[in-house]
């Protein structure tokens, strides 16, 4: 069960990221604009999944 877990936590943040990709580059119309802008919107979703595994390993969410 622990390794259906890793796996499934896994999936999601990779899809996550592809999510978050997907809506900057179509949406925002990333694509179009300067190369600086994609950076910084890489640069934040790099933080901010920085940001959730360490709130997930301060409460301690991975050791059951």
């Known amino acids: 069960p622990l390794l259906d877990f890793a796996i499934a936590f896994c999936m999601l943040l990779i899809l996550m990221a592809f999510k978050f990709m997907a809506v900057v ?3 925002m ?5 300067n190369r600086l802008f994609s950076i910084m919107f890489y640069m934040g979703l ?3 999944i920085g940001v959730y595994l360490a709130a997930l390993f301060t409460f301690r969410f991975f050791s059951a």
Do not use: V
């Open 29 to 33: 119309h990333l694509k179009f604009d």
């Open 25 to 27: 580059l179509y949406f």
């Open 46 to 48: 790099g933080l901010a």
